[in-house]
């Protein structure tokens, strides 16, 4: 008698749980791959599974862990999977942590004001210098508008220029 929550057996049965049809159509997507043959197909199929199974156990282990386990995986487990996990690194763009909103407006207030003090960062926002004429490029544009008020304007403008 089975159940949908059993789990699975380890015995090998020569058949993918993924459908096979679907991974030859992400296969054909990529434009270097011309032909890959069914046993590839196949190999790539039980490739994923295998990562499927170990992302989900790394999660798995992550609310085994708290004090008050759960029995069910959530995306934060997930994400302190992979950011905890060196093989799973990889995935932190995909899977990044998340924060709450007054973490954020944390954040941003903290650059802000490390900002104020006149510290530039890599893309050259910052304290801008006055130009000869005395004005400033933000206020450099066609009606003297603003260029952090209303950004969407102005590139607009720019880029019909």
Known sequence: MSSKNAAESEEITGQSALPISRI??????????????SNATF?????????I?????QG???VKSERKPRKTVQYKDLASAVSHTDNLEFLSDVIPKTTTYKQFKEKKAKESTEM?????????TGAAP???NGSTPEKNNAKGMNRRSHPRQF????SCL
């Open 24 to 37: 030859k159509k992400i296969i054909q997507l990529d434009e270097d791959i011309v032909q890959c043959s």
């Open 43 to 51: 190999v790539i199929a039980m490739a994923t599974e295998m990562f």
């Open 53 to 57: 199974k170990h992302l989900a156990e």
């Open 60 to 62: 798995h282990n992550v």
């Open 116 to 124: 104020e003090k006149g510290q530039r960062t890599l893309n050259g």
């Open 130 to 132: 006055a130009k000869a």
């Open 155 to 158: 590139r607009e403008r720019q």
